[in-house]
C-alpha cells in the first residue's frame, strides 16, 4: 500500500510514503494495450455512463506492488476484452479520482458494476487468473440483478439535492457556515435537464464523500426570480459556490458528475479546518493517527524544563502552521516530550540529544524520514517539500513495527518545576581545615 499525492496538492490525501516516499509520475499503460487509461476527462463517459461492467486498477508510477502488477493486469485485460472493460487511473497524477472514490492506498482495484456511484472493493488475489474469476464473478452476479429487476442505475438521488427557495435560501446557504454549490435553472432549459442527473448524481457521492458538510442546491429561477436577481442569474443553467463570509463566485468546471464531485472535494478541502495537533498519551494514539492517516508527523519536543511553557508553545504553533498549510494532505499531526516515549525515539534513530526532532512516518510500509533542517516553518516546509517530490532519505522503522508507547497524563499547559530535593542537616559534618586538599 503506498500513499496518495501530487506535487501540486489537491484535496486528497496525498502523501503515504509508499514505495520509497517519492512521487514519480509516469504511467504503466499505453495505447497499445488492452488496459483503458481513465483521467477525468474521460471517466465519466467510459465509465460512469456506460452499461459495461468495469475492473479498474488505481496506481501510483513509483509504487513497487503496483509495478509488479502490471503484467497481470494487462494479461487480464487481454483475457476479458469484449467482456469486462478492464481500466486504470493514475492516482497520483489524477488523484481527485482516488479521492472521489475513498482511495487510500496502492494498487487499489475497485469493481464498478450496476451502481457506477457506489463501486466494490475487489479482494481476491493479485494474479491475472484470480483477477479474471472475480470480475466474471461479479460479471455474473450484475446479469443476475438484471434478470431479477434489481440491478440499479448508475445515477443518484433527487433527494439529496437542496431545494433552494426564496423563503429557505439565507437560512440554508447564507448562514450555514458550509459550502454550497447551487444551481439556477430554467425547467424548459434543455441544457438544465441534460445536467439534472449529473448533478443528483454528484449530490449523493458529495454528501457521503464530505460527511454532508458540501451541499449540491438547486433553484428554479423561473419561479424565484428575487434570487435570480441577486445574484445576477442571465444564463441557464448557471452555478454558484457560496463559502462563508465571502462573496460568491461561478463554478467554472466541467459539468459531469465526475467534473461537478471533484471540484466539490476541492472546495471541501480548501475550507476544511486543519486537523488535530495531539499529544501522544498511549499506544492508541499513536496506532489510530498512522492507521487514519496516510502520514503521521511526529515531533519530538525539548523537556519542558529546557523550554517553559512559551518555548514549547511556539513549537507547537509552528506545527499547527505547518498542519494547516498541508490541511489538504490529510496527514496526522502528533508530538511528545524528550525522554517520555524512548522507544520511539530509539525505532525513529532520534535518540537522547537534537531536539525538537521532527520524523514522518508511513506506518504501512513502516518506513520514516527525518527532518534534517531547522525546526522551523521554512524547514519543516522544506522536509515535506521535499518528500512530495522524491527527495530526501528514508529508513526503516526500528523493529519493522510501531513501538511500544508509555501511557502517560498530557501536559497541563504550564512551566516545569524542579523535583524537590530533600534538605540535609551539614551540623554533624566536620569540616577540617584541610577538607579539600591533597595529602602528599
Given amino acids: 500500500v503506498a500513499r496518495i499525492s501530487h506535487s501540486a496538492p489537491s484535496y486528497f490525501p496525498p502523501a ?9 509520475v509516469q504511467g504503466f499503460y499505453s495505447a497499445s494495450d488492452d488496459v483503458v487509461e481513465l483521467n477525468p476527462s474521460n471517466f465519466n463517459r467510459e465509465v460512469l455512463q456506460s452499461d459495461s461492467l468495469w475492473l479498474i486498477e488505481f496506481y501510483a508510477p513509483w509504487c513497487g506492488h503496483c509495478q509488479s502488477l502490471t503484467a497481470d493486469w494487462k494479461k487480464t485485460a487481454t483475457a476479458l476484452k469484449g467482456i469486462v ?3 486504470a487511473v493514475d492516482a497520483d497524477q489524477h488523484n481527485s479520482l482516488g479521492g472521489q472514490y475513498s482511495v487510500k492506498g496502492f494498487p487499489t482495484i475497485k469493481i464498478f458494476g450496476a451502481n457506477k456511484n457506489k463501486p466494490d472493493d475487489y479482494q481476491g488475489g493479485r494474479n491475472s487468473q484470480a483477477i479474471v474469476d472475480g470480475a466474471l464473478n461479479a460479471l455474473h452476479t450484475l446479469v443476475k440483478d438484471r434478470m431479477s429487476g434489481s440491478g440499479g442505475g448508475g445515477g443518484g438521488s433527487k433527494k439529496d439535492v437542496v431545494e433552494l ?10 448562514n450555514s457556515g ?16 441534460s445536467l439534472e442527473p449529473e448533478w443528483a448524481a454528484a449530490a449523493s457521492a458529495v454528501k457521503e464523500q464530505t460527511k454532508d458538510k458540501v451541499h449540491l442546491g438547486a433553484v428554479d429561477a423561473t419561479v424565484h426570480q428575487g434570487l435570480a436577481s441577486r445574484y445576477g442569474i442571465r444564463g441557464f443553467p448557471t452555478i454558484k459556490i457560496f463559502k462563508k463570509g465571502e462573496e460568491p463566485e461561478d463554478y467554472q468546471g466541467g459539468r459531469t458528475r465526475g467534473d461537478i464531485i471533484a471540484g466539490a ?11 488535530e495537533l495531539l499529544e501522544i498519551l498511549n499506544a492508541d494514539v499513536l496506532k489510530k493517527t498512522c492507521d487514519d492517516y496516510q502520514l503521521c508527523v511526529i515531533a519530538v519536543l525539548p523537556h519542558i524544563l529546557d523550554t517553559g511553557a512559551a518555548g514549547r508553545n511556539g513549537y507547537l504553533e509552528v506545527m499547527m502552521k505547518m498542519a494547516e498549510k498541508y490541511k489538504k494532505k490529510m496527514w496526522g499531526w502528533l508530538w511528545t516530550e524528550a525522554g517520555v516515549q524512548m522507544e520511539l525515539e530509539a525505532s525513529l534513530g532520534i535518540g537522547g540529544f537534537g531536539y525538537p526532532a521532527m520524523a514522518a512516518i508511513n506506518a504501512r510500509k513502516m518506513k520514516f524520514a527525518l527532518l534534517k533542517g531547522s525546526f522551523s516553518e521554512t524547514g519543516i516546509h522544506e522536509f515535506l517539500r521535499d518528500l512530495s517530490v522524491g527527495r530526501g532519505s528514508t529508513a526503516t522503522v526500528g523493529g519493522g513495527a510501531l513501538p511500544n508507547i508509555n501511557s502517560i497524563e498530557a501536559w497541563d499547559g504550564k512551566d516545569g518545576e524542579l523535583p524537590v530535593e530533600d534538605d540535609y542537616d551539614l551540623s554533624d559534618v566536620d569540616l577540617d581545615d584541610n577538607f579539600g586538599k591533597d595529602e602528599l
Fill in 265 to 275: 472535494l476541492d472546495l471541501f478541502s480548501d475550507n476544511a479546518a486543519p486537523p
Fill in 178 to 193: 458550509e459550502v454550497w454549490l447551487v444551481e439556477f435553472f430554467a425547467p424548459w432549459c434543455g441544457h438544465c435537464k
Fill in 16 to 24: 503515504l510514503l509508499g514505495c520509497s516516499l517519492v512521487f514519480m
Fill in 85 to 87: 472493460k478492464v481500466g
Fill in 165 to 174: 427557495t426564496d423563503d429557505n435560501f439565507d437560512r440554508l446557504v447564507l
